[in-house]
């Protein structure tokens, strides 16, 4: 158990709908990242938060938006779902802003999103 | 644009030997990681090499760092059935991910 938690487990819906995401992370870590995998992409990093505020992008679309709270959860909203956006999006937190020495991720259990 | 690639993709290999898994990269970066991810489950941090020449050991697996030559190398010793994963290298403080290597132990 790394100490991240991530709500739901699994998710059906349909193409248009809108979805939420949370993650939980590691008490203390200050730092929450959001991935996606799927057989298509692979793994791919979508956004990072640190204390609030966004740090960094990586290949998230602009119907996807996140944000990470006072109390560090951070959720995930994905919008306008496509069949494509079928996935597992898996959430990690680490201590340190992206870039320190102590900047080991370490990663919730996912959420499978299924569109139909 | 960082590209992440990994070889081979998929090994299959019989308990007690021993291979190398290879994780190349296309630009500058002095960082890499390297998780398991074993069927239906999330990630696990397995080595984080910082440094050229960084070598790391954990039990049968050892990681090294080649920045120079934009390589790091997850070597396998005398393989045990637990070791059954997919094994992913990922460079860059924002993870780049190569495809992954899905290793099957066999008796």
């Known amino acids: 158990d790394s100490g991240v938690t991530q709500t739901p487990k699994h998710l059906i819906t349909a193409t248009g709908q809108r979805v939420t995401l949370r993650c939980s992370p590691r008490?203390?870590?200050?730092?929450v990242y959001w991935y996606q995998q799927s057989l298509d992409q692979g793994l791919q990093f979508l956004i990072q938060?640190?204390?609030?505020?966004?740090?960094a992008k990586g290949n998230i679309l602009e119907r996807f938006s996140a944000q990470q709270f006072p109390d560090l959860h951070s959720e995930l909203n994905l919008s306008s779902l496509e069949l494509g956006d079928s996935a597992l999006y898996f959430c990690?937190?680490?201590?340190?802003?992206?870039?320190?020495?102590?900047?080991?991720?370490?990663f919730g259990p996912g959420t499978r999103l299924t569109v139909l | 644009e960082l590209k992440v690639e990994q070889n081979p993709l998929f090994l299959s290999m019989q308990e007690g030997k021993n291979y190398t898994i290879y994780c190349n990269y296309s630009?500058?970066?002095?960082?890499l990681y390297w998780y398991r991810q074993d069927p239906g489950k999330s990630l696990e941090s397995l080595f984080v090499?910082?440094?050229?020449?960084a070598v790391k050991q954990e039990g049968r697996l050892m990681a090294s760092l080649d920045t120079k030559a934009r390589l790091s190398t997850l070597h396998i010793t005398a393989a045990v059935h637990d070791l059954s994963a997919t094994y992913f290298c990922?460079?860059?403080?924002?993870?780049?991910f190569g495809a992954g290597t899905r290793l099957t132990v066999k008796p």
């Open positions: 938060y640190y204390n609030g505020e966004e740090r």
């Open positions: 008490s203390g870590d200050l730092s």
């Open positions: 630009t500058t970066s002095d960082r």
């Open positions: 990922a460079v860059d403080m924002y993870m780049r």
């Open positions: 090499l910082l440094s050229n020449g």
């Open positions: 990690a937190s680490s201590a340190a802003l992206a870039g320190g020495v102590a900047d080991t991720q370490y």
